[in-house]
Structure formats: C-alpha cells, structure tokens
C-alpha cells in the first residue's frame, strides 16, 4: 500500500515547473512522459530519475513465463518514491488537459480560502460558488431535460400522484401536534464562559443570533445567521431540496423512531408479525434574502410533517439530477422526488407536495415500493432522474428503471439489473455524479470500498473488469461520498481517525486528506463549492478545504470547527426537578427520565493547522492509544450542504438528542 505516500499526490516538485499539461491528449505530457521512460530525465537538482530498464527493472515478473504482471493496469512500483512531478500527475488524474485542467482551475479558484466559502468571487476571481470544473457544462440543460421527459412529458407525474397515498390528519387530531412526537431538550448555548440556558419544544426554534447574544461586558460576538430547531427525536438524516433557484428552501429531516423505545420492533402480545413503531419526515421551509444570505426575519415553517409505520427511517435522498427551474415552475410541480429506505427493509419513493392542504399526513404508501426476498435493502443512490440504485444486506445491488417500473402494476417489480458486487452487508452506496454517472461507489462490511461501472453487462459488474477494489481497512467504512471536484472517494477511516481519499485511477492507493478526534458519522460534500464537512460521533462538526492537501501533500492543511455538540444524563437532584417540571415531559410521552438531559453547543473556535500525516496524539496516552467512549446522544448524526449555487454556503447539521442547526456559513 502507497498510503499517505508523498509522491501520491504531490504536484508541486522542481519538475513541474517546466511542464505544461494544459495540452491535448496528445499533448507536452504524453510526450514528455514517453521520453522520460525511454532515456531518462535528470532534474534541475541533479537527480536522475530513471530510465526505461530501470523503471521496468522494478516491475514484478511471473518466476515461471517470466512476464511482466499488471494487474491494475498501471505500473505500481516506479511512481512509489519517484521525484517526477509528471509522473504523479498522469497516473492521478491522467495524461490530457481534460484530466488535469478542471483540477488545476479549482485550485487556483479556491485553494486561498482554506476553511469555509465566500459567498461571492473577489477581485481577482478567487473564491465564490461554481460548479465543479469536471462536471459537463456543454449541453447540460439538454441533457436535464432529456432526463426529466419522462416526468414532465410521459405522464410520470400523473402516475406518481395517482399510485402514491396520503392520509391526512384532522386539525383536532393529537397527531398534527408535533409537542406529542417527542421532547423538550434543554440546551447551553452562547460565548464560552458566558453561556445561557434554553428549552426548546419540539417544533420550536431560536435564531442563532439570539441563541448566542450575551450580556457581559467584552463579548461581543459577529451576528450568526441561521437558527437551531428541535426536530423531537434523533436525527437520522437531513437533505436539501436540489432544483429550488427561488427564495424558498426547503430541508428535510428524517426522525427515528423515539429513544424511549429500545429497539426499532416490538413484538406485540398474542402476535407472531413484529410491530413496526411509527417516525417521521419533517419538511422545513426557510428563505434567503439579499445576497442568498439566511432571512433570519422570517420563521422557518414546518411545512409538512410525513408520519410512517414502518419503524425507523435509514436513509433519505433528493433526486440531486438538475432541472430546468421554468419548466418546473410553470407546471407547479412538486418539491422534488424523494427515495427513502426503512428498518423494514423496503425501498420507497415519492412526491413531497409544495403545497399541502394539511400540515400533518400519513404516507400510506409510496408511488414506488419494493422489498427484496430473503434479504432486506440498506442504501439507495439516484443515478439519474429515471434509475435508482439500492443495496441490499446480502451485498447485492438493484438497479431499477422508473419509467419501467411505473408502467406494471405488479405489487413488487423485479429490478433491471440484480447483481452480487460486494462481498457483504453494504453499509453505503453513492453515484459519481454529476462527471462519472455511470460510476458506482459502494462501501461494505468486509472492509473495501469498491468502484463499479455501471455501462459492464449485468453478469460483467461483480468480475475485475467491472469492479475494482480498494485495499481492505480493519474496521468497515459507514460514511462515503464523491468528491468530484478532484474525482476521487472519500471515506472516514475509525482506526486511524483519519479523511481518506481514493483517486478513481489509482483506486487502491490512498491519501489522508484530515484528521477526527472521534470516529466520523456523516461526511458532506457540496456541488457549489470544493469544502467538506464532516461530523463525528463525539459531537465535533469540522470543516476544510483538501486542495491544498492535494496539491502539497507535506505542508499543513487548515481544519475549522464549526460547532461542538455534548449531552450528559440529568443527575439525581436534576431528575427530581425535572420530574416536577412539565417542561421536561412531552404529556406523558415520555415517562422515562433516565433518557433525559441537557445539551451544550461550544462554537467560536479557531481554525488549526495540522499534518494529516502524523498520527493521531488526542487519544494517546505514554505512548498508549485509547478508545473514548461517548454518550450516543452527543453525536452530531447528520450534515449537509444545499445544493442551490445561490445558497450554496447554507449548512445544516442533525443531532442525536432531536436538535437541527442551520447556518450560513459563507464568508
């Protein structure tokens, strides 16, 4: 293994001075890189960097036919310690111009801001929100349209709304009350030292300006956009409607189902089928004002509140695949498209309405629902307004065409495509769009994470040819996401508390891109701009920017804590006031004090340079590594980028104790 290996990644040697790649195909760098293997090359500082009998010299031969063995298609044992700048930029990114030059712009567009984004480009151009380079520019919104046509022009969205059901619930029902569905949640907030205290009910909010306004003398703080609301439950997942170029802003947030029960099904007396407890998806409504800044004048609205009955909710997704913003308007479409997987193990998708007749509804069912026999599904990815992908725990992977799918009726529709790719329960899937559509990440329990191209025939995909494999890590990943904008995976690796990457050309190779103090929950990449954020199990939201990390993998890399989220238990002394408060027990909703607490949010740090390549030293103790171990409300469980360039630095993140922060986080 190459890992963390300085010639991985590097871009910034003597030799790359005197190369120019922003050529064709078959370009300075082909050519160079051929003259080089063939004679040799010496650098400006004398050292040689080897010629064709040398390079090859250390390429592995069968001992029996003798011949060279290339498994990966790439020779593995000449760009390991190699001084040569080119060579590290072919075997990264590629040979051409179209490989290398989308990077090298984002650099040049972003790499001066090393933590969060700016909301509009300086002067020289530097900083703002844009597309990634990568991503195709040329024909797009044809591209779009061709896509959605079978929604807007083929009937899709009559038959969405015709097979989908919604039952909604009467103003007088206790279940419009979202005070019914969870509980208060006590929170210290403010400047460090000086921080207040507050009660939040569930559905209620508090502008983050207020939230951490303090009286004493000499703590002044800047004006914090956005808010913190309290969803009622823990927070699984949070979402960004995609396509909303307008005002509004719509995020959804999916709760389980309540830390008052133990399990997710309870078997009821007399009954041999387990119960499945309902949860719930909240649809919040925010609105941007001048700039694509956060109307903090302007409250955020619980939209519509989707009720379930089949037990805690997995994983929720927006269709992410542009559309044309007039062509949405003008037919009043829908939010958006919503694909979301329960602990039943069924896959269902459906239509979030802009404008409910009621707040509260029950969704009976959805306008596409699928189970699979003898397994159950884990994670889903659109990989186009028309194909959506879902994993399943027996590591096999489904691929169905909607279209298809909604024109039979029959009750569960066979995918198009049902093939084994993983060796395992599948833990997380994601697509690389919007460059590499026909490109499949999974991650899964036997430690890999895998590339798969989707355009290999069915029985093709679980072969080398169509599936490549990243070395095996001890522990599995849960979080992946593509990052497109240097076209690679990322992943969160617990043992070693570290941000990886794995570059789609040397996908077995890696490089630690950050580092966590705690084991990561969620990793968050956003299409407007190149900054990550990733949350963690011990309640720490971070963000950066891992250009700069790319381009000089020895200098030091800026990591930024957005906030700090902790929660204890109440003690003995605080459970009996709390007992006496009703504050602190939704109706009888709640009859258990020992689920309850008290949160604290620590936000104002500085930005710290560190080396990702060091080992990790919070955890560490005479030379001993420890495990901490944290309460599992304190993790922050969800974050996520909006997708809408004008409000591209919009952030939010959920928590495990029900708490949903939103901010603007552009400069």
Not at 147 to 161: I, N, P, Q, T, V
Not at 520 to 548: D, K, M, R, W
Not at 580 to 598: F, H, K, P, T, W
């Amino acid at each position: 293994m190459y890992e963390d290996d300085a010639s991985e990644a590097g871009f910034e040697d003597d030799t790359a001075a005197d190369l120019d790649l922003d050529e064709d195909a078959s370009g300075t760098a082909a050519r160079q890189l051929k003259s080089t293997l063939a004679g040799g090359n010496t650098t400006r500082k004398g050292r040689r960097v080897g010629n064709r009998d040398t390079v090859y010299a250390r390429v592995k031969t069968d001992p029996l036919t003798g011949e060279k063995l290339h498994t990966r298609g790439l020779l593995d044992g000449f760009v390991k310690g190699s001084s040569s700048s080119l060579y590290r930029r072919v075997f990264f990114f590629g040979p051409s111009a179209r490989d290398y030059t989308p990077f090298k712009r984002a650099v040049e567009k972003w790499i001066q801001y090393p933590c969060l984004p700016t909301r509009k480009p300086d002067e020289t151009g530097h900083g703002g929100f844009h597309a990634s380079f990568y991503a195709p520019s040329d024909g797009q919104s044809v591209c779009s349209k061709q896509d959605w046509s079978w929604y807007f022009g083929e009937a899709g969205k009559e038959k969405l709304e015709r097979r989908q059901r919604f039952s909604f619930f009467q103003p007088n029902d206790n279940m419009t009350d979202l005070s019914q569905y969870g509980r208060a949640v006590s929170i210290l907030v403010g400047p460090y030292n000086h921080q207040k205290k507050l009660e939040l009910r569930p559905g209620e909010y508090r502008t983050l300006a207020d939230a951490c306004h303090s009286e004493a003398p000499g703590q002044g703080v800047a004006q914090r956009l956005g808010f913190i609301l309290n969803a009622g439950r823990e927070v699984r997942c949070v979402e960004w409607a995609p396509n909303e170029a307008g005002q509004d802003q719509y995020l959804a947030v999916g709760t389980d189902v309540g830390s008052e029960f133990s399990v997710d099904r309870v078997v009821s007396e007399g009954s041999s089928e387990p119960e499945l407890r309902d949860c719930s998806i909240q649809i919040w409504k925010f609105k941007s004002a001048g700039r694509g800044r956060i109307d903090h004048l302007f409250h955020p609205k619980l939209l519509l509140r989707i009720a379930t009955a089949w037990g805690g909710i997995r994983q929720l997704k927006w269709c992410q695949i542009g559309v044309d913003w007039e062509l949405k308007k003008s037919i009043e479409a829908s939010i958006g498209l919503v694909a979301a997987i329960w602990t039943d193990g069924a896959l269902r998708v459906f239509e979030v309405p802009r404008d409910p007749p009621l707040q509260s509804t029950h969704l009976d069912s959805g306008a596409f629902e699928n189970k699979p026999p003898d397994t159950v599904y884990t994670t889903l990815t659109w990989l186009s307004p028309s194909r959506l992908a879902a994993g399943c725990a027996n590591g096999s992977v489904a691929i169905w065409d909607l279209p298809v799918t909604l024109s039979s009726d029959a009750p569960n529709p066979r995918p198009t495509i049902y093939s084994c790719i993983a060796q395992g329960y599948i833990m997380n899937m994601t697509s690389c769009w919007p460059s590499r559509p026909d490109l499949l990440l999974i991650t899964d329990m036997s430690g890999h994470v895998s590339m798969t191209d989707l355009r290999q025939p069915s029985h093709v995909l679980p072969s080398p040819a169509g599936t490549v494999q990243s070395h095996r890590s001890r522990h599995p990943n849960p979080t992946l996401t593509w990052y497109d904008y240097v076209q690679c995976a990322i992943t969160a690796e617990d043992q070693t508390s570290s941000i990886r990457c794995h570059p789609i050309r040397r996908f077995w190779t890696l490089t630690k891109l950050g580092r966590l103090t705690s084991p990561g929950t969620t990793i968050a990449c956003s299409p407007c701009h190149p900054y990550i954020l990733v949350s963690t199990q011990g309640g720490e939201v971070l963000s950066f920017n891992p250009l700069a990390r790319i381009v000089k993998p020895k200098g030091l890399v800026y990591q930024l804590d957005w906030f700090w989220h902790e929660w204890r238990p109440l003690g003995s002394e605080e459970q009996e006031v709390a007992s006496a408060d009703r504050l602190a027990i939704s109706d009888g909703q709640m009859s258990n004090l020992d689920q309850a607490g008290v949160a604290r949010i620590t936000e104002g740090f500085r930005a710290e340079r560190i080396r990702p390549s060091e080992g990790v030293t919070q955890n560490t103790q005479e030379g001993v590594q420890f495990s901490t171990v944290y309460e599992p409300k304190t993790a922050v469980s969800a974050v996520a980028w909006n997708p809408n360039t004008h409000v591209g630095g919009w952030a939010a993140a959920g928590m495990a104790d029900g708490l949903v922060r939103v901010e603007d986080l552009a400069l």
